[in-house]
C-alpha cells in the first residue's frame, strides 16, 4: 500500500497536463499517475490521419516521456473508489492512498453498442477516425473511392470532438471533389441528433458546405447495426412518436462509436445521474468530496468535450486542488472553453470556440480570425501550431495563454 499527497487517474490529455500544471506550482508534493497505457495519443490530430494530411505515428509519443518530472508512474488501472478511506483500488488488487485524487479517465468509446460493428471494424469498408489504428483506413477508402454511396455517421450526445463525425465527411468530400467523382458519389450524414452543430453561429458556415458538396443530412437517424459483409447499415430514425429501422447500402461508411462514462467510473461512488463524475462545472470540484477533482472527457461538466477544453481545466484544477490540499478553498472557476475546429476543407477550418450555454468565446481578434467563417489561418492553427502546443505547452504545464480566473483571491 502506497500514499501520496495527491494522485492522478488516467495519464491522458487531462492526467499529464493537470500533473505538470501541479508540479509547476508546486515541486514538494508527492504525486502519481495511475495509466495502464504506454502509448499516449494527440486524438485531435485523428481527423487530420484520416484525411491523409498526418501519419498516425505523428500522434502517438510514448507515455513514459510524457511524466513530468517529479511525477511517479503506476502503469496500471483503476478499479474501484474508496472516497470514504481516501483509497482507491488498482485492478491487481493493490490499495492507492491519497490526501487529494483527480479523476480523468476520458470517456469510452462503445462500439459493442453497435449490433455487428465490432467484426466488421478495420475491413468491408467500414472506418472511424476514433481509433489510432482505423484512421489510416479512412484515408485509403477515400482514396480509392470513385463512385457509389458514402455514409458518416453521429451518434447521441455526449461525444468527445462533437464535431469530428461532420470533420471526416468535409475532408472526404473535398477529395473526391478534387478528383473529380464528387457527382458520382452519395454522400448521406446521419445524425442522431436534431441540429448539424450545438452552437447556432456556425451553422451558416457549414450548411454553405454541405450544399457545395451535395451531402445529404438525415436527423434522428441512429446507426444500430452493420452487416459488414453485405453492406447494410440499419438507423432507428423517429417517425413522429415512434420509431422505425431503416436499412440503408453502403460502400464505405464512418461510423463515431457511441460513447458513455467508463464503466468503473458509472459504478462508482463518484458518479452523478449521468454516469459521469459529478463536478461543480466551475470550480470542477466533485459534489459531495472536497477533496476529488475531476477533468476532461470523464467529469460531468457540459463543456464540449475537447483537448481545448481540457488545456483550460488543467490549470483550473490544478489552482484549486493545491489549495484545497492548504486547508483552503476551491478559488479558480473555469468557463466552459471548449473549441472544435471544424476541417470544411484541406486548407480552411471553422474555428468554432465556445463557452457555457453556448457563449461565443473566440481566442483571436475578428480581422485575424472570425471563427464563423472558414479561414487559412485556423487551418495553419491545426495543421501546423496546436500539435507543438500540445506537446510543448499544454502537457508541459506551460500556461501562457491560459489563466485560471478567480472568484476570489487566492
Ligand atoms: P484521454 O486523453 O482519452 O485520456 C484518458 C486516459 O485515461 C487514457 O490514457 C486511458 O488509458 C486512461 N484510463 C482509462 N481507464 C483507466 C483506468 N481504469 N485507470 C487508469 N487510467 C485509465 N479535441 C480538441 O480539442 N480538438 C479537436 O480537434 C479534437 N478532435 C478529436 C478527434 C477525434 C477523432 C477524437 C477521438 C478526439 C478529438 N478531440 C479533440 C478530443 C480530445 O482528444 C479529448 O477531449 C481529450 O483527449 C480528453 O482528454 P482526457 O484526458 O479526458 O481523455
Redesign the pocket.
Known sequence: NRNFNIVI???????IAAAASILKRNRKVSLAI????SD??Y??G??MVGGGVFSKEFTRRDESRLIPNGADWIQ????TFEPEENKLTLSDGARIGYDMLIV????KLDWEAIKGLPETLGQNGVTS??GYNL?PYTNRLVKDMTKGRALFTQPPMPI??A??PQKAMYLSCYRWEKEGVLPNIDVQFHNAGGVLFGVEAYVPALMEYIERYNAHLNFTSNLVAIDGERKIATFEQKDGDSTKRVEEAFDMIHVVPPQTA?D?IRSSPLAGETGFVAVDQATLQHTKYANIFS????CSAPNA??????RKQAPVVAVNALSVLNGGEAVAEYDGY????LTVERGKIVLAEFGYGGKLLPSFPDWLIDGTRPSRLSWLL?DTILPPVYWHGMLKGREWMVKPQTKRAA
Request: aromatic share 8%.
Open positions: 487517474v488516467g495519464g491522458g490529455s487531462a492526467g495511475i495509466e495502464p497505457s499516449h495519443y486524438q485531435p485523428w481527423t496500471s488501472s483503476v478499479a480523468c479517465p476520458g470517456i477516425n476514433y484512421a468527445k470532438c464535431g469530428a467508463p468503473f477533468l476532461g472527457d470523464a468535450k475537447t483537448a481545448a477544453a481540457v471548449g473549441s472544435c475546429p491545426k
